[in-house]
């Protein structure tokens, strides 16, 4: 019964740093939701002003600024996608921790690959941040040329 106990205790343990990992998941999660609901309500404002401005140039720079607005959009989706497939694959690494130790089953390569896989999902994630904060602040660099 002891032997059983510290083995389950270290199974535990082994299950604390992707525990940790998938806490940071949820926080990166959290972010892009925030950056995601603040490009939507720019987009929103941005189209009833498409409405409303009748000069050319004007129109043609707001119109930019929306099809930019909604390609933030994709990437943001994306990155959001790919950070919770990320926090799923960490999920199914400690469930299998688990599994493997009830069923005394030998998932050692598939909870290596599962953690793999979880990292670069988290990688792809990133990138796809990192892309879109770049389109964000291109046009924001770009905005200054055009002062209201």
Not at 16 to 40: E, K, Q, T
Request: glycine content about 6%; overall charge positive; hydrophobic content about 55%.
């Amino acid at each position: 019964m002891d032997n059983s106990i510290q083995v389950l205790a270290g199974i535990i343990q082994l299950a604390v740093a992707p525990v940790f990992l998938l806490a940071g998941i949820a926080g990166f999660l959290n972010v892009m939701s925030g950056r995601l609901s603040r490009i939507v309500d720019r987009a929103r404002i941005v189209e009833l002003r498409v409405g409303t401005v009748t000069e050319e140039p004007r129109l043609s720079m707001t119109r930019v600024e929306l099809r930019t607005l909604w390609r933030r959009v994709r990437l943001i989706n994306w990155s959001i996608g790919m950070c919770t497939a990320s926090g799923l694959s960490v999920c199914s690494v400690i469930v299998s921790l688990f599994i493997g130790h009830l069923w005394d089953l030998h998932i050692a390569q598939v909870v290596v690959s599962l953690f793999m896989l979880a990292l670069l999902l988290l990688i792809v994630a990133l990138v796809l941040f990192l892309k879109e904060v770049q389109l964000a602040t291109r046009v924001l660099h770009a905005g200054r040329e055009y002062p209201d």
